[in-house]
């Protein structure tokens, strides 16, 4: 049996437009001052680095997040934008955040080297 690992397709464009939705999801429920549970049973990795050899091998990041940063398809309102702008800033340019940090990003707001 093949197993699968997600760190041969971070950031590819299914990761980015599942983030993307994420992002605006969680965005707007936690706008309120409510309980929220946030469960995900096939989250990957927190973060990823895509200089990694497994991420250089399939070049789906470059094809993915890097062309449409590169094309500026990202609306810079939108809250995926404004998440991955901070997490480059603070963390470095070659990592792509996962499901798990994005979800405590928008929901903790702790700086993305404290998550």
Request: aromatic share 8%.
């Amino acid at each position: 049996m093949l197993s699968y690992q997600h760190m041969y397709h971070a950031g590819n464009l299914a990761d980015v437009h599942k983030h993307a939705a994420l992002s605006v999801l969680l965005t707007k429920l936690t706008q309120k001052e409510k309980p929220l549970t946030y469960i995900e049973t096939h989250a990957g990795r927190g973060i990823y680095d895509l200089t990694s050899d497994a991420a250089q091998k399939t070049h789906e990041a470059q094809n993915g997040i890097e062309h449409l940063l590169k094309l500026k398809k990202i609306p810079a309102a939108h809250p995926y934008f404004q998440l991955l702008r901070r997490v480059r800033e603070e963390v470095g340019n070659n990592v792509y955040p996962g499901s798990p940090f994005i979800a405590c990003l928008l929901y903790t707001s702790p700086s993305p080297r404290d998550a």
